[in-house]
């Protein structure tokens, strides 16, 4: 990934990865490795979308979320399978 910029997807899925613990914000935000206000961002969203939530002041992956990475796996397998290598 370096060089390029993650999309909005690859943030929320990398939190979801990271929070299949149980894990303190301060630890997700070092994993995630972005700007403070584009962690909250996008924190807010994967929170709001019902993936992760918080619960005794750690965060968790839900089973939406654990289904969301299922789904985002296929979708990359099949991207893998189908598209042509970008040159």
């Not at 990398?14 to 924190?43: N, S």
């Not at 397998?77 to 970008?86: A, Q, V």
Request: charged fraction near 30%.
């Amino acid at each position: 990934m370096l060089g390029k910029r993650r999309t909005s997807y690859e943030f929320i899925v990398q939190m979801v990865k990271a929070c299949l613990r149980p894990i303190g914000k301060t630890e997700l935000y070092y994993i995630i490795k972005t700007r403070h206000t584009d962690f909250e961002r996008w924190l807010d969203k994967a929170i709001g979308f019902r993936l992760i939530e918080n619960v005794d002041n750690k965060l968790r992956a839900t089973e939406k979320g654990i289904n969301f990475l299922n789904a985002w796996a296929e979708v990359q397998t099949f991207l893998r399978k189908n598209m042509p290598l970008e040159s």
